[in-house]
């Protein structure tokens, strides 16, 4: 499955209630207009491309601004363009924004999700 195939535009607020429900371990990224926003989507894509399992869902901020709204008042995250918060059990556990969503910080977040879905160990 690619990556194409895996990203879902999310314009309201219910959307993206509907998709972190539906997708409890899901990435989501807020796409400006700027030049950054497509360089620092190409770290993005690069990590997220070979995670399978793991669903994409973009809002275009300036078509969609309640639902970029909604991301920040769930999440209780600032609002940035671009940006990209990683979701486990539909809480954050991952966010970085502007500049400084780097490879280096794509693949840091992607650990974050990896150690947030191990489970507990009972003593």
């Known amino acids: 499955m690619t990556l194409e195939s895996r990203i879902r535009f999310l314009s309201t607020p219910a959307e993206v209630d509907s998709f972190l429900g539906e997708n409890p371990t899901a990435a989501i990224f807020k796409a400006g207009t700027c030049h950054k926003t497509d360089e620092v989507f190409r770290h993005v894509e690069h ?3 070979p995670r399978q399992g793991l669903p994409l ?3 275009r901020v300036l078509e969609a601004r309640f639902a ?4 920040a008042t769930r999440t209780g995250i600032a609002h ?9 059990g539909g809480r954050p556990v991952f966010d970085r924004d502007n500049w400084d969503i780097t490879d280096e ?3 840091e977040g ?8 191990q489970p507990v160990p009972r003593v």
């Open 80 to 88: 940035e363009s671009p940006q990209l918060i990683l979701f486990h």
């Open 110 to 117: 992607l650990k974050a999700l990896d150690a947030a879905q």
């Open 57 to 59: 869902g973009v809002i």
């Open 68 to 71: 970029s709204n909604h991301v």
């Open 47 to 49: 990590h997220l491309a």
């Open 105 to 107: 910080a794509v693949a």
